[in-house]
C-alpha cells in the first residue's frame, strides 16, 4: 500500500525545501541604514525592437509605477531613469550597482541601486541606495516580437519592495525618527 504524507509532512517538506533556498544578496553599502520601505506596483515596458544581425527582441525600456508607504498610502512614482519621485517633489535617480536573480524564476532580478538627488528637499532627500527586492512578475514577455510587431511596446505587471537608505546619522533618519 502507497503512503500519502499528510498535509502537515508536505508542508514542512515544502517549508524545509524553501528554507534551504539562497536569498539573493543585494547588501545596501557599508555606513548606510534605512530610511522607509516602498511597495511599488506597476508595469516593466519592454519594447520589440532589433539590432543589426539579430532577431527582433524584447528591449526594457522603463518602469511605470505607483509607490505606497507603510500605511499603503500612495506617495509617489518609480518611472524612467530609474526614478522615484515623492508626491512632494523630492526624489532620486538610481544607477545599478549590483544584481542577483530572483527567487521566483518568473520575476525580474532584485538590484541595489546607487541613488542621486534630484528635485527639491522633502521625503525622499539624502537618499543613498536603494534596495529593489521581493520581486514578483515584470519580465519580458517570452513571445510576441517579429519583424510585423517592431516597435510594439507591451507593460508587463510587476510588484516590489523598495528599500530607501540613507547615511547613518543624516538629517533625513533623524528627522524620520522623530515622526509619529
Given amino acids: ?34 530610511l522607509m520601505t516602498l511597495a511599488a506596483q506597476g508595469v516593466q515596458l519592454y519594447e520589440c525592437r ?5 532577431a527582433p527582441a524584447w528591449a526594457f525600456v522603463a518602469p511605470e509605477a505607483d509607490l505606497f508607504d507603510a500605511g499603503g498610502r500612495r506617495i509617489g512614482r518609480h518611472g524612467a531613469g530609474p526614478s522615484w519621485i515623492h508626491d512632494d517633489g523630492s526624489g532620486f535617480v538610481g544607477t545599478v550597482r549590483t544584481r542577483a536573480d530572483a527567487p521566483r524564476p518568473d520575476a525580474i532580478p532584485w538590484l541595489l541601486l546607487a541613488a542621486a538627488p534630484k528635485g527639491p528637499d522633502g521625503a525622499f ?13 515584470g519580465l519580458p514577455p517570452s513571445d510576441g516580437c517579429a519583424a510585423a510587431t ?23 533618519r533623524a528627522a524620520r525618527a522623530t515622526v509619529p
Fill in 125 to 137: 532627500s539624502g537618499v543613498s541606495s536603494v534596495q529593489r527586492i521581493h520581486t514578483v512578475g
Fill in 1 to 34: 500500500m502507497a503512503r500519502h504524507p499528510s498535509a502537515f509532512g508536505l508542508a514542512a517538506v515544502l517549508l524545509g525545501t524553501a528554507a534551504g533556498c539562497a536569498t539573493p544578496r543585494v547588501d545596501a553599502p557599508v555606513g548606510d541604514v534605512p
Fill in 50 to 54: 532589433a539590432a543589426a544581425g539579430a
Fill in 150 to 172: 517592431l516597435g510594439r511596446r507591451v507593460g508587463m505587471a510587476y510588484r516590489a519592495d523598495y528599500v530607501l537608505f540613507v547615511p547613518a546619522g543624516s538629517p533625513a
